[in-house]
């Protein structure tokens, strides 16, 4: 089956064995992955609005996986299930990813593991969830129609890690392909001109950029 980029790397991060819910699941392509190509027994697909779901009905019909993928219209981990271990959020900004995670904590205890790719914020994300007890277990870059975005999966168990490890990925800044480099220059890039636009009274921003671009010269460099 035809799958973009994003969604095909977030599918093939997902545990084998596990029990999945993929939150705003859009049409369900990566649903449909999940139980076609990867061999997941079953998938709930969730999402706000009913439009996507209508179109994700269609393509769970046409690829006659109804009795593998549930479909549920709902806000965030509303959708929810007994059993459900592992989480998938893609295209959605980090803020919005966070909000999810914050409105139901009680289904934390049963999820181990999230695969997240947020659309902006991730540091944002990153936080949060180390704060909640999990782990940057990888870290993956994808780049489709000349944008790169991460994929980040969190995994139970505490650890901790500095601004730094957080801000350029502590399994990422490991990495030396051409993506990894390139993501890191764009980046470099967006900082410097963040801090040529910054007003002078934000000195805590200020301060926080220049160390920020420091520490992405240093990656590049080393």
Not at 58 to 82: D, T
Not at 209 to 217: R, V
Request: charged residues 30%; contains cysteine; hydrophobic residues 35%.
């Amino acid at each position: 089956m035809k799958i973009n980029n994003r969604l095909k790397t977030i599918g093939d991060l997902v545990p084998l064995y596990s029990y999945p819910l993929d939150i705003g699941c859009d049409h369900a392509l990566l649903s449909i992955y999940l139980v076609r190509e990867k061999n997941i027994s079953k998938v709930v697909a969730s999402d706000n609005k009913s439009g996507p779901l209508k179109k994700a009905l269609e393509n769970v019909k046409f690829y006659k996986v109804e009795n593998k993928v549930k479909l549920i219209e709902a806000e965030g981990l509303n959708s929810y299930e007994e059993g459900i271990d592992t989480v998938t959020i893609s295209g959605m900004g980090g803020l919005n990813i966070n909000k999810i995670i914050d409105d139901n904590r009680k289904y934390l205890k049963n999820i181990k593991t999230f695969i997240l790719s947020p659309n902006n914020y991730s540091i944002a994300v990153k936080r949060k969830l180390t704060k909640l007890g999990y782990h940057i277990s990888n870290e993956k870059l994808v780049k489709e129609n000349n944008i790169i975005y991460e994929i980040l999966v969190f995994t139970k168990g505490r650890k901790y890690y500095s601004y730094k490890k957080l801000f350029l990925g502590p399994v990422l800044s490991l990495k030396k392909d051409n993506l990894t480099k390139e993501y890191y220059n764009n980046l470099l890039k967006t900082k410097k001109a963040l801090l040529e636009a910054l007003p002078k009274s934000l000195k805590n921003k200020i301060r926080e950029t220049k160390k920020e671009i420091k520490y992405l010269e240093e990656v590049i460099n080393n």
